[in-house]
C-alpha cells in the first residue's frame, strides 16, 4: 500500500504549492480497484444524473399536459432539480473528502434511483418537484465522489484520459436525453424517463460494491465544518432563487434585489468564517491559484451558453416545427455525435497541448454555434440545424474535459472532493443562470413583441388577461388559437406565435453567443493542474 506525498499548504498556485510527483500506486490485481473498471462504474452513475438535466426537456410538454401544469411550473421541473444540485455539491463533495468517496458515490447512487422511481408514481406537478429536490440532493454526493474516485484511481499521465471519457459520457448523456426522452415520452409514457434510472442505479449499485475501493488523502478532513455549510448553502440557495423568481417577480423588484442582498452577506460571512475556522468547508486558498479560479468561472459560462440555450431548442423543434418528440431528439443527434467523438480526443489534446488553446478553440465554436442557432427560423432546414448542433457539440467537448481536469488537478488530493463539487456546482449554477436569465430575456422578447405582431396581423385586440395568458404560451412556442376558431384565424394566430417565439429565441441565442465569447478570454487564463500527480498515490483504503 502507497500513500500519498503530503503537499505544502502554503496555497494552490503559490511556489510550494507543486507536490513531487507520487509513486505510481501498487498494480492493481483483481476487479477491485481497477482504474479502468472504476472510470465504467462511475460513468454508469453519472449518466443518470447528466441524463436528468435534459431528458426531462423533452418530456416537458407532456408533462405540463398531463398534470395540468403552469409555464412557471414547468421551468420549476427542471430549476429545482438544479437549484438543489447547485446548493448541496460542495458539501456533498467534502462529504466524500471526510467519510470516503466510495461510500458517498453508492448511498447517491441508490438515492437518486429510489427519487426517480419515485417522480414516476407522482400523479401531481407539486410531487415532481419535491422528488426532483431530492434527485438533486442525491446527484450531488454522487458526481464530486465520481471525479474524486478518477483522480485517486489513475495516474497522473492518464487522467486526462479517464476524465476525457468521463466527460464524453457526461456530454452525450447531457446531449442524448432529449433523444432517449423522445423515444420514452412517444412510445411509452412520460413517467418512463424517470422509472429507467432505477435500472440504471441497480446496476451502478452492483458494480460499485464489486469493482470501487475508498481512496482518502492521508492527511483528509477529519472535522466537518457545520457553520460553513450552513452559511455557503444559504448564501448560494438565496442567489439561485433570486435568479429563478427574478422573471416572475421582476428584475428590479425588491424581493428579487433582497435575495441577492442576503446571498452576499451570506457569501461575506461564509468567507470570513473559513479564515478562521482549522477546517474548512473551501480553503479560499485554493482561490489564490489563478487556474482553478478560471476554470470555474469557465464552467459556469459554458453552462449558461449550454443550458439555457438547449432549453428553448427542445420547444423549437416540437412546437414550430411540429417534430414529434422523437424527430425532434433525432435533431439533436448531430450535437450529441460530436460530444461523444470529441470529448476523448480533447482528453488526448490537452494532455499533449495542455488546456489553453483547446479551451479556447472549444468556447469559439460554442460562440459560433450560439451565433447561428440565432438565425434558426421555421423554415430553416435540418441541414443547416444539423451544422449547428453539430458545431456546439465540437466546442463544448473540450470545455467539459479541460475545465474538470484544470479544476481538479489544481487542487491538493484531500480536497479532490471538493473540487470536484466546485466543477459541479459552477456547472449547475451556470445551468440555472442560462434558464433564467435566457428566459428572462426570452420573456421580455415576447412581451415587447407580441402585442404589435398580433396588431399587425389584423387579429382582435386581446385584453390585459388575455395576452398575458397568450404571452405564457408564446414562450413556449403553443399558439394561442381558442376552440372553435375559422381556419384562417387560427393560422394567423400560429403565425404571430411562432414569429414572435423565434425572435425571442433569437435574442436569447445572442445573448448566450456573447456570453461565450466572453469565455473564450478566461480560457487564456487557465493551465495544467499543477496537483494532478498527487492522485497516483493516494492511499488504499
Same mark, same amino acid.
Given at each position: 500500500m ?7 499548504k502554503t ?20 476487479l ?9 462504474t462511475?460513468?454508469?452513475?453519472? !449518466?443518470?444524473v447528466?441524463?436528468?438535466?435534459t ?22 421541473i ?5 437549484? +438543489? ?7 456533498? #463533495?467534502k ?13 447517491g447512487?441508490?438515492?437518486?434511483? /429510489? ?20 434527485? #438533486? ?18 495516474? +497522473? ?7 476525457g471519457i468521463?466527460? !464524453? ?7 442524448g ?11 411509452v409514457?412520460?413517467?418512463?424517463? @424517470? ?12 458494480? #460499485?460494491?464489486?469493482?470501487l475501493t ?8 477529519r472535522?466537518?465544518?457545520?457553520l ?22 421582476g =428584475?428590479? /423588484?425588491?424581493?428579487? =434585489? ?5 446571498s ?14 482549522r477546517?474548512?468547508?473551501?480553503p ?14 469557465l ?59 483547446p ?27 444539423s451544422? =449547428?448542433?453539430a ?8 470545455v467539459?474535459?479541460?475545465?474538470t ?17 466546485l ?26 413583441d407580441? +402585442?404589435?405582431? =398580433? ?9 390585459? +388577461?388575455?395576452?398575458g ?11 394561442p ?8 384565424i ?14 425571442? !429565441? ?6 448566450a453567443a456573447?456570453?461565450?465569447?466572453v469565455?473564450?478570454?478566461?480560457? @487564456? ?17
Amino acid at each position: 500500500m502507497t500513500s500519498q506525498t503530503t503537499i505544502d499548504k502554503t496555497g494552490p498556485g503559490g511556489p510550494g504549492d507543486r507536490a513531487p510527483a507520487a509513486p505510481d500506486p501498487a498494480p492493481v490485481k483483481g476487479l477491485r480497484g481497477h482504474p479502468w473498471l472504476t472510470l465504467i462504474t462511475v460513468a454508469v452513475g453519472v !449518466m443518470m444524473v447528466a441524463l436528468d438535466g435534459t431528458i426531462v426537456a423533452i418530456a416537458n410538454p407532456a408533462i405540463a399536459t398531463d398534470l395540468k401544469a403552469s409555464w412557471a411550473e414547468v421551468q420549476w421541473i427542471t430549476n429545482a432539480y438544479f437549484l +438543489a444540485l447547485a446548493v448541496s455539491l460542495i458539501t456533498a #463533495g467534502k462529504l466524500g473528502d471526510r467519510f470516503g468517496h466510495r461510500q458517498t458515490f453508492l448511498i447517491g447512487v441508490v438515492g437518486f434511483a /429510489a427519487a426517480s422511481g419515485a417522480i414516476g408514481l407522482s400523479d401531481s406537478i407539486a410531487a415532481v418537484i419535491v422528488f426532483r429536490v431530492f434527485q #438533486g440532493l442525491f446527484g450531488a454526493l454522487l458526481m464530486p465522489a465520481a471525479l474524486g474516485l478518477l483522480r485517486a484511481t489513475f495516474p +497522473a499521465e492518464k487522467l486526462n484520459m479517464a476524465i476525457g471519457i468521463w466527460g !464524453m459520457v457526461i456530454g452525450a448523456s447531457t446531449a442524448g436525453g432529449p433523444i432517449l426522452g423522445g423515444v420514452l415520452v412517444e412510445h411509452v409514457n412520460w413517467q418512463s424517463v @424517470f422509472f429507467i434510472n432505477v435500472p440504471v442505479g441497480i446496476l451502478a449499485l452492483v458494480l #460499485g460494491i464489486v469493482i470501487l475501493t475508498d481512496h482518502r488523502a492521508k492527511n483528509a478532513p477529519r472535522s466537518f465544518d457545520l457553520l460553513g455549510i450552513v452559511l455557503l448553502s444559504g448564501a448560494m440557495f438565496c442567489l439561485v432563487w433570486a435568479l429563478i423568481k427574478a422573471p416572475e417577480w421582476g =428584475w428590479g /423588484a425588491g424581493r428579487t =434585489w433582497t435575495f441577492v442582498a442576503v446571498s452576499l452577506v451570506g457569501f461575506v460571512l461564509f468567507a470570513l468564517w473559513e479564515k478562521r475556522v482549522r477546517e474548512p468547508l473551501i480553503p479560499l486558498g485554493l482561490f489564490r491559484s489563478i487556474p482553478l479560479s478560471a476554470g470555474v468561472v469557465l464552467m459556469v459560462l459554458m453552462a449558461i451558453a449550454f443550458m439555457g440555450g438547449l432549453f428553448f431548442v427542445t420547444f423549437y423543434l416540437q412546437n414550430v416545427h411540429g417534430l414529434s418528440p422523437v424527430d425532434a431528439g433525432l435533431h439533436l443527434l448531430p450535437l450529441t455525435g460530436m460530444m461523444i467523438v470529441g470529448s476523448p480526443l480533447a482528453g488526448a489534446m490537452i494532455t499533449k497541448t495542455g488546456p489553453r488553446l483547446p479551451l479556447a478553440l472549444g468556447m469559439a465554436c460554442t460562440a459560433l454555434a450560439m451565433y447561428g442557432m440565432s438565425t434558426l427560423d421555421k423554415g430553416t432546414g435540418s441541414a443547416v440545424m444539423s451544422l =449547428w448542433f453539430a458545431l456546439l457539440g465540437l466546442g463544448l467537448a473540450p470545455v467539459m474535459v479541460g475545465a474538470t481536469e484544470v479544476i481538479v488537478g489544481n487542487a491538493p488530493m484531500e480536497l479532490s472532493g471538493v473540487a470536484g463539487g466546485l466543477q459541479q456546482a459552477a456547472m449547475q449554477i451556470g445551468g440555472s443562470l442560462g434558464t433564467a436569465v435566457l428566459g428572462a430575456v426570452m420573456a421580455s422578447k415576447v412581451d415587447s413583441d407580441l +402585442a404589435g405582431n =398580433w396588431t399587425d396581423a389584423g387579429l382582435p385586440p386581446l385584453t390585459a +388577461a388575455q395576452e398575458g395568458q397568450a404571452a405564457e404560451a408564446v414562450q413556449q412556442g403553443v399558439a394561442p388559437v381558442p376552440p372553435g376558431t375559422p381556419d384562417a384565424i387560427a393560422a394567423k394566430i400560429t403565425d404571430v406565435a411562432h414569429e414572435t417565439f423565434i425572435s425571442g !429565441m433569437s435574442l436569447a441565442s445572442l445573448v448566450a453567443a456573447g456570453v461565450a465569447a466572453v469565455a473564450v478570454l478566461v480560457a @487564456f487564463l487557465t493551465k495544467r493542474g499543477e496537483n494532478a500527480e498527487a492522485g497516483a498515490g493516494a492511499a488504499h483504503i
